[in-house]
């Protein structure tokens, strides 16, 4: 398997765009999670799917953010309209079953809001 | 909700000296308890965990000891080398229902000097 697949892998973008992350996590896996890393905030989950449906969404940290999960092999994490203090690294990752289990990370994706 | 202390929040230690770091959890219900390691510029990757009803697991030069009662739970790496080299994050798993959620310490810098 080629593991979790994040893209793009990098992001500049400009203040009051819109941002669409996208994620592929590891076939068979039931759990995805999206996590934010900031140096200040460390590492955050924002939001957890488990069989596609939203079982947390309480990390999201406000209307802007938004996401998805369609099938078991698509997510997407968006952002409208994005802000400077939105620049971080997204992470997604997935699991076999939810927050028990190894979460396998993607390569994340490099946000930078200007 | 949880909440992960982890202490310190670097370290240094010389190759071939012992490196320990350690988190406290709030959650008494908590029953997992992994460690990730990441490396610079990289995502982060599972290198041992601990399930709530063992107090003990090594794999290598690697251990980690977990206290219930006292709520805490420590990495123990021995004989470190350069490529130890890295952030170690803990994290503890709170189960409500079917919602299990992944709460990750803020990480610790270790740094091992040749």
């Known amino acids: 398997d080629a593991g979790v697949i994040q893209s793009p892998r990098h992001e500049v973008t400009e203040m009051g765009q819109e941002v669409t992350l996208r994620c592929k996590p590891i076939?068979?896996?039931?759990?995805l999670f999206w996590y934010r890393q900031t140096m200040m905030r460390g590492l955050e989950l924002l939001i957890y799917?488990?069989?596609?449906?939203?079982?947390?969404d309480s990390g999201m940290p406000e209307d802007r953010f938004s996401a998805k999960m369609p099938n078991a092999s698509f997510s997407t994490l968006k952002i409208q309209p994005s802000e400077p203090r939105d620049s971080a690294v997204y992470f997604c990752?997935?699991?076999?079953?939810?927050?028990?289990?190894?979460?396998?990370f993607g390569p994340g994706t490099r946000l930078t809001v200007l | 909700g949880e909440n992960v202390e982890q202490h310190p929040s670097t370290l240094s230690v010389q190759e071939g000296d012992s490196a320990v770091i350690k988190c406290t959890y709030s959650?008494?219900?908590?029953?997992?308890f992994p460690w990730y390691k990441q490396e610079l510029g990289k995502r982060p990757q599972l290198i041992i965990d601990?399930?709530?009803?063992?107090g003990e697991k090594k794999d290598q030069r690697i251990a980690v000891t977990l206290n219930k009662t006292a709520k805490h739970f420590s990495l123990h790496i021995t004989e470190t080398q350069p490529e130890d080299s890295a952030v170690y994050f803990c994290?503890?798993?709170?189960?409500?229902?079917?919602?299990?959620?992944?709460?990750f310490g803020k990480g610790t810098l270790l740094t091992v000097n040749p």
């Open positions: 990752a997935s699991s076999l079953s939810g927050g028990v289990d190894e979460q396998f």
């Open positions: 076939s068979g896996h039931n759990s």
């Open positions: 799917f488990n069989n596609n449906v939203p079982i947390d």
């Open positions: 959650d008494s219900a908590s029953n997992y």
């Open positions: 601990i399930r709530s009803n063992v």
């Open positions: 994290a503890a798993s709170t189960s409500g229902g079917s919602n299990y959620k992944l709460t």
